[in-house]
């Protein structure tokens, strides 16, 4: 039976919790975690531990953590061959697991994509820059190639016109956590599939310098918040971050940056293809503010250039 195998758990960010917190409500045997180093965040660079390792700590759980700066060392490596894994579930760990833990036991990767589409770093994010209407999870069967293993099954969801990156990251965990469970009710009965090649695409880790925008495109600017809401934020040549924004339409030829209307809580500025409504902008060093306010400080009218 499934339920008495051995499992090795390793993921980092919340998306890996929800997919923890679901196999050991299910009385799952995890022998032990693998999550990323401790990492100093903020402008403080306070020593902060991954979400993961915050929910074990928090919930009292007596399972064994590790925190590896690699998995090349063959220290660790062996650490997990005394653990007798029957299976290694990873869920965006943060590290390439290199051959040598492959070939210890059976790895299951959950993906956040409908593989062969969106292999790499930054799928969710990929999705919404590509105004994709739907997303999933794909579990897979890991091999030393970039998400290129055979596929153990899949999960949908609906991407709606407003939703933002943080709300795709929860639904998509809730969808993989359910995923995992299913996976492991019948993996002795599963046939692997292999990916279509012909499909591949790659998406790249996202930088800074992702969140530059202009006022060209109003549906790929809204795409680019959606996508970006989280980090690294969307923002102007100027430094000025687009914080809250709405797509008004996207059909209409105007100057591009140029202030059309200037509603109570918010400004309508035309692209030159659509027009976008901003409500929440943050100055560079600044807080964030209501654009009303703000463009009543820099004493900018209907008919001058935002950008």
Same mark, same amino acid.
């Given at each position: 039976m499934i339920e008495n195998k051995r499992i090795v758990f390793m993921g980092t960010p919340e998306y890996a919790t929800v997919i923890l917190k679901k196999i050991l409500e299910k009385k799952y045997n995890v022998v032990a975690l693998f999550t990323q180093p401790d990492k100093p965040i903020g402008r403080k660079q306070i020593l902060t531990p991954p979400h993961i390792k915050q929910y074990i700590l928090e919930n009292n759980l007596s399972l064994p953590l590790y925190q590896p700066t690699t998995l090349k060392d063959e220290q660790i490596q062996q650490e997990i061959i005394e653990l007798k894994p029957d299976i290694i579930i990873v869920a965006a760990y943060g590290q390439i697991l290199p051959k040598e833990i492959l070939?210890?036991?059976? !790895? +299951?990767?959950?993906?956040?994509?409908?593989?062969?589409?969106? #292999? $790499?770093?930054?799928?969710? %994010? %990929?999705?919404?820059?590509?105004?994709?209407?739907?997303?999933? @999870?794909?579990?897979?069967?890991?091999?030393? $190639?970039?998400?290129?293993?055979?596929i153990l099954g899949y999960k949908y969801v609906k991407i709606d016109f407003d939703t933002v990156v943080s709300e795709l990251f929860d639904m998509l965990a809730v969808c993989a956590a359910d995923l995992t469970v299913e996976i492991l009710e019948r993996l002795e009965s599963i046939a692997p599939q292999k990916q279509n090649l012909s499909l591949v695409s790659i998406c790249k880790k996202i930088s800074k310098n992702?969140?530059? @925008?202009?006022?060209?495109?109003?549906?790929?600017?809204?795409?680019?918040? #959606?996508?970006?809401?989280?980090?690294?934020?969307?923002?102007?040549? /100027?430094?000025?971050?687009?914080?809250? !924004?709405?797509?008004?339409?996207?059909?209409?030829?105007?100057?591009?940056?140029?202030?059309?209307?200037?509603?109570?809580?918010? +400004? +309508?500025?035309?692209?030159?293809? $659509?027009? +976008?409504?901003? /409500?929440?902008v943050q100055p560079s060093s600044k807080k964030q503010m209501n654009v009303v306010d703000y463009i009543r400080g820099k004493r900018l009218e209907i008919g001058d250039d935002f950008s």
């Open positions: 070939n210890i036991s059976p !790895c +299951i990767n959950l993906h956040a994509s409908l593989l062969p589409k969106y #292999r $790499g770093a930054s799928p969710i %994010q %990929q999705a919404l820059l590509n105004d994709d209407t739907f997303s999933g @999870v794909t579990a897979m069967n890991m091999d030393v $190639g970039l998400d290129s293993g055979d992702d969140g530059l @925008v202009s006022f060209e495109n109003a549906n790929n600017l809204y795409n680019k918040y #959606r996508a970006f809401k989280s980090w690294p934020d969307i923002y102007l040549e /100027s430094g000025l971050k687009i914080k809250e !924004c709405t797509l008004s339409e996207t059909n209409s030829i105007n100057e591009n940056g140029k202030i059309l209307s200037i509603e109570k809580s918010s +400004i +309508i500025i035309g692209c030159t293809k $659509g027009t +976008i409504s901003i /409500s929440s």
